[in-house]
């Protein structure tokens, strides 16, 4: 069998490898497939039988063309390309097709979530954490072609990162990888395994931080994903301009959405007070409490972020 397979794989690389050699299982109903090997297009694996047969097996491409990519903001070096893209100039409500009949959806990983899409200590949490094991492999979620790959050294807190564009606008991001499994400008397919779960960058353990941005507005994942079971929530989803705010999370109305995108935050300076910011933003000391937790005795501390309307 080993010279079977040597044999075979010299056979794969070589341009004129006649389509005759391929074998269809069809005619040999009772064979059982024992391994698997590679071949020059990672879509296209060849199967061994143990009666020594063998075939190509197509696993399917994503089907994607260049031209539906905003080509324009396609920046493999920086990780937010669209960095200098105001909120103005996204409509007020954008419909996403997630998934139809070309294009399907595999979660990038089913594991227990321990922090989620919101304003965390001192700076904005942009995406879900998914609790792993160093070595789990990471699924792309959607079609797509990858427009950042990146070690640690040069992505500040993400660790090991990927970023996957994907035809309808959307991006998603891994982060805090041990190892990457794809490069820039590959195709992939969703359900295939891009890297491995990781505790590089700013990270208190392992676990893959996922993000979903809309033209680099970041949004609640949690909004097309339930993470407890891995299935998307829905084929569509109709992303409204007060999604892209920390404070607006899945599980919200619409007008509770609305109403907590438009919070106001002061980060606390030397010599503040909450007296004094109740006189600067025109509320009072008690809403103010209300709004944070908190007790007109509570120490400010510089740096801290408070939410004053």
């Known amino acids: 069998m080993l010279t079977t397979i040597v044999a075979l794989t010299a056979l794969l690389h070589s341009p004129t490898t006649p389509d005759t050699l391929s074998l269809s299982s069809q005619n040999h109903p009772t064979r059982t497939a024992i391994d698997t090997l590679p071949t020059d297009d990672k879509y296209t694996k060849v199967v061994l039988y143990d009666n020594n047969t063998w075939e190509y097996i197509d696993l399917g491409r994503p089907v994607i063309d260049d031209t539906d990519f905003d080509t324009e903001n396609w920046n493999t070096d920086k990780i937010h390309a669209y960095r200098d893209m105001p909120l103005s100039l996204i409509p007020d409500e954008v419909d996403l097709l997630l998934v139809d009949s070309l294009h399907s959806y595999h979660p990038p990983y089913i594991g227990t979530v321990t922090s989620r899409y919101c304003f965390r200590r001192t700076r904005e949490h942009n995406g879900t954490d998914l609790r792993l094991n160093i070595g789990d492999p990471i699924y792309a979620a959607f079609d797509g072609k990858v427009r950042v790959s990146k070690a640690t050294s040069k992505t500040g807190g993400y660790g090991n990162l990927i970023v996957i564009r994907h035809a309808n606008g959307l991006e998603t991001y891994y982060g805090h990888l041990s190892e990457h499994a794809v490069k820039v400008d590959e195709l992939v397919k969703a359900g295939e ?80 007070t909450l007296s004094g910011l109740a006189v600067k933003y025109h509320t009072t000391v008690s809403k103010i409490c209300k709004l944070n937790n908190m007790s007109p005795k509570t120490t400010l501390r510089i740096g801290q972020r408070v939410t004053v309307r």
């Open 193 to 272: 395994v891009i890297g491995y779960g990781g505790n590089t960058g700013r990270s208190t353990g392992p676990h893959l931080h996922f993000e979903t941005r809309y033209q680099g507005q970041s949004f609640d994942p949690e909004r097309i994903i339930d993470f407890s079971t891995g299935q998307l929530r829905d084929t569509l989803i109709t992303l409204k301009k007060h999604y892209f705010s920390i404070y607006s999370h899945h599980g919200q109305t619409d007008a509770e959405s609305l109403a907590a995108s438009q919070r106001i935050v002061h980060r606390i300076k030397s010599g503040d």
